[in-house]
């Protein structure tokens, strides 16, 4: 898979993020915004590995939203990322049995993130957008065996072979989009809690 110079940026930044936040972790494991930020990379770095490596990035992930909550079980921010990170995974499993579960859990987290901060539109449309996941993902999938099927066989030329490479980045552009998406989103919502209230009405 070749990175493009933004993809490398990210990938960098996102290794430095990791890093950084590990460490602050040795010294204060009771942070709970440095798990979700360190979660946060994690979820970043997940679409530059293969499947494999990326669905352990993903429980690592997952696991440290849920540290977060247990020391704070009311950051909705940890929610949201939750059920984005259950996201990816759902969409990384080819069979869309094993992926409803996640899909399911995804759902129930931004449901969860939605109650803690009512009126948030970003949680709401994860909602409504989780709802259309499965539908999504036996699309995805359809394409995919559809292109993997016009490659042919295992006899096939190398023809085939980079079909099956294209199929396989295609898919990971899928879910790198899905986690962009959630990333930004993640980021905005930090922007946007650090910011100072408005100043009381005269």
Not at 40 to 45: N, S, V
Not at 147 to 167: E, I, M, N, R, V
Request: aromatic residues 8%.
């Amino acid at each position: 898979m070749q990175f493009s110079q933004d993809d490398f940026d990210r990938l960098m930044l996102s290794e430095h993020s990791r890093k950084t936040c590990e460490a602050h972790y040795a010294k204060n494991p009771l942070d709970a915004e440095n798990l979700i930020k360190w979660a946060g990379a994690l979820l970043e770095l997940s679409q530059f590995q293969s499947v494999s490596d990326s669905k352990i990035m993903l429980d690592d992930c997952i696991s440290k939203l849920e540290e977060a909550l247990v020391i704070n079980p009311t950051k909705h921010e940890a929610l949201w990322c939750l059920g984005n990170a259950h996201t990816s995974h759902g969409f990384m499993n080819p069979d869309l049995d094993e992926a409803r579960p996640y899909f399911e859990k995804a759902s129930e987290y931004f449901q969860r993130a939605a109650e803690l901060e009512p009126g948030n539109e970003l949680y709401l449309k994860s909602i409504e957008v989780t709802a259309k996941a499965p539908e999504l993902h036996t699309e995805i999938h359809k394409q995919g065996m559809a292109q993997q099927a016009l490659g042919g066989g295992p006899a096939t030329s190398s023809s085939g072979k980079s079909s099956k490479a294209k199929k396989s980045t295609d898919f990971k552009y899928d879910i790198a989009g899905w986690v962009i998406l959630a990333l930004g989103i993640f980021i905005w919502v930090g922007a946007k809690s650090n910011m100072p209230p408005p100043p009381p009405p005269r």
